[in-house]
Every structure is written in structure tokens, then in C-alpha cells.
């Protein structure tokens, strides 16, 4: 699925929100965090944009793999590779 342009800035938005408020701050529904000139209301904004690239770049590799189940078994388990007899 890919985000549209809009979907992203929204989304953006609202992860940037949520970060700012792990930290405590609480910030009005109609701020608008991505003009915000604060630096840690800045670093939220640039978590929430690197937050939905991974997504994406999860999304976009995840789709051109052809066995999923395969994948998910590899990241759940990744440590029963390297266990002795594994």
C-alpha cells in the first residue's frame, strides 16, 4: 500500500504529535508540528518522517517478496540460526 501525499503529511503530523507527547509536551489539534522551529518539536518531525520511510521501504520489499511467510518466520526467530544444533 502505498501512501499518498496527503496521507503522509497527515501522518507525519500525528506521529510527530504522539512523539512530542511521549516526551511530556501536549501541543493544540491545529498546530502544525512540520513548521514548528523548535528543536525538539523538529526531531519528532524527523522521527515521524524516518518512522513512515521504513515503513515504506518495509512495505515496498515485503511486497516484492514472493514467499512472506518465509520472511516473517526469519524475523521472529532470527536468533534460532546461530543456537548450537540450529
Known amino acids: 500500500m502505498e ?6 503529511d497527515v501522518l507525519i503530523e500525528k506521529l510527530a504529535k504522539k512523539f512530542y507527547a511521549i516526551q511530556g509536551y501536549v501541543v493544540p489539534e491545529s498546530y ?8 525538539a ?23 516484492e517478496s514472493e514467499d ?4 516473517e518466520t526469519d524475523c521472529l526467530f532470527p536468533e ?7
Not at 49 to 57: C, D, G, K, Q, R
Open 80 to 86: 534460532e540460526r546461530f543456537l548450537p544444533g540450529g
Open 32 to 39: 502544525r508540528m512540520q513548521s514548528a522551529t523548535h528543536p
Open 41 to 63: 518539536e523538529r526531531a519528532c518531525v524527523a522521527m515521524a518522517i524516518f518512522a513512515v520511510e521504513e515503513f515504506e521501504l518495509i512495505n515496498d520489499s515485503s511486497s
Open 68 to 71: 512472506d511467510d518465509e520472511y
Open 3 to 8: 501512501l499518498g501525499y496527503f496521507q503522509k
